[in-house]
């Protein structure tokens, strides 16, 4: 059975998502097309690159996340540092141990740009909030005068994971006709986390498959639940930065799904673990992938695609 896939972005929750992609492997399913947000984008780029849900899981369960929170020494400096590097660099981390970490992995696999992929294998949905508008890459490079087969797939990934002022926005910069009449500084884009704009892109997929005469069946795979009812521990003004932004990323989990793409959607608990919640330990991570292979089985089990 072939579908296409779209995965919803949820930060350190995404772990869950591998589980379910198992379960979808174990009841026989294919991904021809996957889209995804956030760490959605992580799931998605690593079966774009031909990654299982086993390895997905081996690989989550040999990463520390913490390893991702890298600054320089000047910036952890007390309430100073944090401060200094927002003004200066608009992040509290730099995002590219993340980058260098999706890089690593999808270069053993012979992916570097998406050039190396099938075309329209993979999509990654972004935030231009220079523009204010949703960029979904590779092809919406094209707006901006890059070229998407040049462009690097962990560079898309970072783009789509950088939650804002937790993580720097990945600065685009305009070619061509594009800059032509622009200042130096006109001439960047600032892109931030996909979430911001489109959490859970079901709608990618669907205008590509109505003009087929067999249409692919699109499954969504979406994180559910709310964090347990702990309020955010604020001491100034950057923890009341954090837990703005992931009460921002947080509420997309409870949003309305309309009916016809709610039964094609996997529905995975994320037992009270928080988007930004970096310090998640093994326990955690394991038990966020067996609820996700749970509920991949589930719906698996009793979700028949129309024909």
């Known amino acids: 059975m072939e579908i296409n896939a779209v995965f919803e972005g949820g930060g350190v929750k995404g772990?869950?998502?591998?589980?379910?992609?198992?379960?979808?492997?174990?009841?026989?399913?294919?991904?021809?097309?996957?889209?995804?947000?956030?760490?959605?984008?992580?799931?998605?780029?690593?079966?774009?690159?031909?990654?299982t849900g086993k390895e997905m899981s081996e690989i989550?369960?040999?990463?520390?996340?913490?390893?991702f929170l890298q600054r320089a020494p000047l910036f952890d400096t007390p309430i100073v540092?944090?401060?200094?590097?927002?003004?200066?660099?608009?992040?509290?981390?730099?995002?590219?141990?993340?980058?260098?970490?999706?890089?690593?992995?999808l270069q053993k696999r012979g992916v570097v740009t998406f050039r190396d992929l099938p075309t329209g294998k993979l999509s990654i949905i972004a935030s231009d909030i220079t523009n204010g508008r949703i960029v979904v890459l590779p092809e919406g490079l094209k707006d901006y005068g890059i070229s998407p087969d040049q462009f690097e797939v962990a560079k898309a990934v970072r783009m789509s994971c950088s939650i804002p002022y937790f993580f720097d926005p990945v600065r685009l910069r305009l070619n061509g006709d594009f800059a032509k009449g622009k200042s130096f500084p006109e001439q960047f884009v600032y892109t931030v986390d996909g979430g911001l704009l489109s959490n859970f892109p079901m709608w990618l997929f669907d205008e590509h498959e109505s003009s087929r005469m067999r249409?692919?069946?699109?499954?969504?795979?979406?994180?559910?639940?709310?964090?347990?009812?702990?309020?955010?521990?604020i001491t100034g003004p950057f923890t009341m930065l954090q837990a703005l932004v992931g009460t921002m990323l947080s509420a997309h989990d409870e949003r309305y799904i309309e009916q016809e793409k709610f039964i094609?959607?996997?529905?995975?608990?994320?037992?009270?673990?928080?988007?930004?919640?970096?310090?998640?330990?093994?326990?955690?991570?394991?038990?966020?992938?067996?609820a996700g292979l749970k509920a991949g089985e589930k719906f698996f089990r009793e979700w028949r695609p129309k024909v």
């Open 15 to 51: 772990i869950s998502l591998a589980g379910a992609v198992q379960a979808a492997e174990l009841a026989g399913a294919s991904f021809k097309r996957v889209a995804g947000t956030s760490s959605g984008s992580i799931v998605s780029a690593l079966l774009a690159a031909g990654y």
């Open 60 to 67: 989550i369960r040999g990463t520390s996340f913490t390893s």
């Open 81 to 105: 540092g944090p401060a200094l590097r927002v003004m200066l660099k608009k992040g509290l981390y730099s995002g590219e141990a993340l980058e260098s970490w999706i890089r690593g992995i």
């Open 215 to 233: 249409p692919i069946p699109t499954v969504g795979f979406q994180m559910i639940g709310k964090m347990d009812p702990q309020p955010h521990r």
């Open 264 to 290: 094609r959607t996997v529905k995975i608990p994320t037992l009270g673990v928080g988007t930004t919640q970096f310090e998640i330990t093994k326990d955690q991570s394991d038990e966020l992938y067996e």
